[in-house]
């Protein structure tokens, strides 16, 4: 059990690491559950992670996993058993949804209106928290508008960043604002901090933003610059609140502790000045081999941490595919070397020539077809080369590095130390080390990074061509 257990965790992180990666793709990933159609009907049951994409998502079902959802419309009715992502223009968590975990929202308009354990994150143009929507943990909100309706609860803080907020409901802890406008008709169970501005300053932009187009179309009300409170609004502990306007007496009525007033601090104009008092320290030529060995020293130690942490990683998640990469360019090391010519040079070409031919074909599809391929081209077709040419470049300065230095520590510790059992952790530790301070050498250590480059990229084309004959 606890075996088991371990190997989830392993592959929860694992996963947890490429996720920015996955979302940007749209359509079928070899991993974890990918349902068919852009619905999860009710009474399935799901007992895994799930990545679904479509036009219109709706979730009825039931998931023991993560999910992930892209849509132009995300619509999630039933119960998910672990963290929640939803991208897409509209999102709604209606009120028959339970999640047990953290929800994460990201689009045009969102709405939520069921029960969330965990804490909730969101970023859009609109976000409404509706009159059943329960938050169990924190609410952190960043955009143009948010609103949370009478009846909504978060049970600990609401964070708020953005031009606006209507805030009903109840806020079990404390309410943090900072924006241009709020109006305050919450029970706020402790502390309030509550930032406007400059309230004139903002008036100014004030009937611009209300007819801007795209945020007219998912805000239905933008309201004016400054602090309102309702008589049936209350704050616990104590209100502090910055503004260019004293609205203390007001906030006084609806608050149990005491109100804290302070203005904006103001934005000075400074010319930009030298000043020189005192004496003048003469230049020391001597401080500039030790500044250089500082730097050099740093850059060694940052190089160190992040090759040997992602490399510790991959033995760790990937030990297998990991040791087959190595194990490929350690029988033939000229052959490796070679072949990894070829595929960086071969690579690099590619990003030259790839993107030319990419864009000429989707300007060829959008005359043939009056645009309706062109979402598919570009958005599909577009971010699937995105990631090809991220893969690409971590691979060339990245992982072939990685596997070079590792394939250098396991050949010292069986050539030198003469170990007849393989100890992986060691030699990726005794290989990253040796090759850090190797790379830190002028001209010397250029060489070495660029055959370990080719050294490499060419394991991973022997270990792809093993894998094709076997």
Known sequence: MRITVLKNSKWLLALSMVLLLVLGAVGTVSAAEFPKGETIPAGETIEDDV???GDNVVIDG???????????????????????????????????????GNLFLAGADLTVNGQVTGSVFGGSSAMELGASALVGRNMYYGGFSLSTAEGSHVSKDLFVGGYQAMLSGVIDRDLTFAGVAVELNSTIGRNAILDVGKVEEANQVNSWMAFNPYINRYVDTTIQPGIRVSNSASVGGKLSYTSSINETSKLDAVTSGTVVYQTPMPQENRELKYEYKGDVKDFDHRSIPGAFLGAAALNVARNFLKLFALGALALWLLAKPFKKLADAAYADPLKAI???FVLVAVGFLAVFIVPLVF????????????????????GIVGTALLLAFMMFFFAVF??????????????LMKGLFKQETEKPWLSLLLGVFLYVLIRAIPIVGWLAALTATLFGMGAIWLAYLQKKTA
């Open 51 to 53: 990545f679904i994409s």
């Open 62 to 100: 039931t998931i023991n996993g993560m999910l992930f959802a892209t849509g132009t419309k995300v619509t999630l009715n039933g119960t998910v058993v672990g963290d929640v992502l939803l991208m897409g223009e509209t999102i709604v968590v209606s009120d028959t949804a339970v999640i047990d």
């Open 338 to 340: 070679g072949w990894g």
């Open 359 to 378: 864009v000429l074909v989707g300007i060829l599809l959008g005359l043939l077809s009056l645009g309706s391929l062109v979402y598919i081209w570009f």
């Open 398 to 411: 990245t992982l072939s590095k990685i596997l070079a230095a590792y394939l250098f520590g396991k050949w």
